[in-house]
């Protein structure tokens, strides 16, 4: 049996082909005659002269430059020596006595193939060439991540991300991350990435999120179409409808509030923060109308472009935003609630507002309650009688605020001996609020004077100017803006002040009368001095100064350590200073003896 008659046996296509299985020579003789047209296909490929002739010169001029750099023996230098010298050679008779052998090279290289004909077809001459090229263009497939490349028309979708939801008629669909749907996207104008290359983590976290809902809706489309006569059906692509509304700005405020605090944390680090803040909200785009009218107003300029937003204003607004959809105290809020604002009216309406306590108003009574029994008495009727003596009980005032303790202990009978009960009794009972707040405002007033705070403290109010209608944001407001308003004008009042008084400093000084108007001049004209007309005090008087001061005063200066300063003097350099120059200390005659001793 020959070499290929040996290896057809044992090749795995002998039994793929059913007709073949019961003749094995069949099967040899297709695989022989498949073998001679590959090789009879084949055209040899030869090396011209010239580039064998440089090869060999090349090949000594390496081995010559090995004997320099690399450490050999004696016997290997003149084995590489000879050997160069023998390529050499061997390239220069070649090239005197005309050698022209072409050397083959067996396979073609790649790139260079031909056509195999069919051995089933006779060629019957010559092929022409190809008369038209034929472009493929790679659509990406559903569910992956692509990114647009330079869109002339759309320059905003330049570098941007985004999820292929589907295929039609050689385009494609692609949802952006933040939620918008392009369509009639062609293969030139995206190129695939992987989810990992998406940057930043924003935009990667939100193609993920994508990610999963169409492969759930996917999941849901297999599991829900019904089997047809020929299986199983094809899957069928749901088209992915991005967060509309409420919902999609919803979580557009949250991603614009969490990049804003991720961003402004590097502030510290990095100055230009707010470029790289606007450029991913950007990434967002298109907003909803109510996020953009917010973050135009804090310094946004469209298309990933603004100013430093003001932080803390911003992140209090976004929370609001992404909390409630709207701003609070704010036209969008009031829409939104619609009819759900006022659901507990009842069948009064707001005819009965007057009838109870405002529901926004702050539950004190509880914590008022605990505190009364807290110091020691059995019921709020005890706490009263406690701030009041036995003579002074005969007051109205007492009798009055003794029966507002009277109906709380009424109404915390009915929680028996359970504390939070009686708690949970007091709290949502409108007396009991009224009667509590007006023990602690009383108290209050009693304790410090102040009866503005006491008022403010009353769960009902009389309609007076003693107390504020607008409720308590919009009067900090207003007192805020206020005392700003104040203080600058105070500033510019000083300013004015001070600069009226310098202008009248400035005219006056050096002016002279000319024209009966008051001038100033560049220069001013010196006095001239006059010495004869200098008093000087007369020679021939002598005040002595220990005598003329007082007596505790003429003993302090009569001594030494009195009227010289020695902290931190060296006394050394004193003493010499003293030797040389002067004489400090000590009595007249001691000093008149010196003088004359030195004259």
């Not at 440089?54 to 290997?76: D, E, K, N, Q």
């Not at 926004?360 to 406690?386: F, T």
């Amino acid at each position: 049996m020959s070499r290929n008659q040996a290896a057809t046996p044992q090749t795995q296509s002998y039994l793929r082909f059913p007709a073949l299985r019961e003749d094995g020579d069949v099967w040899v003789e297709l695989v022989n005659e498949l073998r001679e047209v590959s090789l009879s296909a084949m055209a040899p490929r030869t090396l011209p002269v010239p580039l064998v002739r440089w090869s060999l010169h090349v090949g000594a001029l390496c081995v010559l430059l090995s004997t320099y750099w690399l450490s050999m023996s004696g016997r290997m230098l003149l084995r590489s020596v000879f050997g160069a010298f023998t390529l050499m050679a061997v390239a220069e008779a070649w090239r005197r006595w005309g050698l022209e052998v072409e050397l083959a090279t067996g396979v073609p290289l790649r790139g260079q193939e031909r056509e195999l004909p069919s051995p089933f077809e006779t060629p019957s001459g010559p092929s022409a060439p190809a008369s038209a090229t034929v472009t493929f263009s790679v659509l990406p497939g559903e569910r992956t991540v692509v990114r647009f490349k330079q869109c002339l028309e759309r320059p905003e979708l330049n570098d941007c991300f985004g999820v292929v939801e589907k295929r039609e008629q050689g385009s494609i669909s692609v949802s952006l991350a933040g939620g918008a749907l392009v369509q009639g996207v062609t293969a030139k104008d995206v190129s695939l990435v992987t989810l990992e290359e998406v940057e930043p983590a924003s935009v990667r976290e939100v193609l993920g999120e994508q990610l999963k809902v169409l492969q759930a809706q996917q999941g849901k489309v297999l599991a829900g179409k019904p089997e047809g006569p020929e299986g199983p059906p094809v899957a069928e692509q749901a088209a992915y409808a991005p967060l509309q509304g409420q919902e999609n700005m919803l979580e557009q405020s949250k991603k614009v509030k969490d990049l804003l605090v991720q961003w402004h944390g590097r502030s510290a680090l990095l100055p230009v923060w707010a470029k790289s803040f606007w450029q991913e909200v950007g990434l967002l785009e298109p907003l909803e109308r109510r996020l953009k009218v917010l973050l135009l107003a804090q310094g946004y300029l469209d298309r990933g472009v603004g100013t430093p937003p003001r932080f803390k204003e911003l992140k209090e607004k976004l929370e609001e935003l992404g909390a409630a959809g709207a701003v609070s105290h704010s036209l969008e809020a009031f829409r939104a609630q619609e009819s759900l604002a006022w659901q507990d009216e009842g069948e009064e309406g707001p005819e009965g507002w007057e009838a109870s306590l405002p529901p926004d108003l702050k539950r004190a009574g509880p914590e008022i309650y605990a505190s009364m029994k807290a110091a020691g008495v059995r019921c709020v009727r005890d706490w009263v009688n406690s701030m009041f003596s036995v003579d002074q009980r005969h007051s109205a005032h007492y009798v009055d605020l003794f029966n507002l303790a009277s109906l709380v202990d009424f109404k915390a009978k009915e929680g028996g001996a359970s504390q939070a009960r009686i708690l949970s009794i007091i709290a949502q009972d409108d007396t009991c609020e009224v009667a509590l707040r007006r023990l602690a405002a009383w108290i209050h007033e009693r304790r410090t004077g102040d009866k503005d705070a006491a008022q403010s403290m009353l769960a009902i109010k009389p309609s007076s100017f003693s107390s504020d209608v607008a409720p308590s944001w919009l009067v900090t407001e207003a007192a805020s803006y206020s005392q700003s308003e104040h203080k600058r004008r105070e500033r510019a009042r000083a300013q004015a002040i001070l600069r009226r008084l310098w202008d009248h400093a400035k005219v006056v000084k050096g002016a002279v009368a000319e024209d009966a108007y008051a001038r100033v001049r560049k220069k001013q004209n010196q006095v001239p001095l006059q010495a004869h007309l200098v008093a000087e005090p007369s020679d021939d008087r002598v005040v002595v100064m220990l005598e003329a001061l007082p007596r505790s005063e003429a003993d302090f200066y009569r001594k030494e350590n009195h009227c010289i300063e020695l902290t931190g003097k060296s006394r050394q350099l004193q003493a010499e200073i003293e030797e040389q120059f002067a004489f400090v200390g000590g009595h007249v005659i001691e000093e008149e003896f010196v003088i004359e001793k030195r004259s």
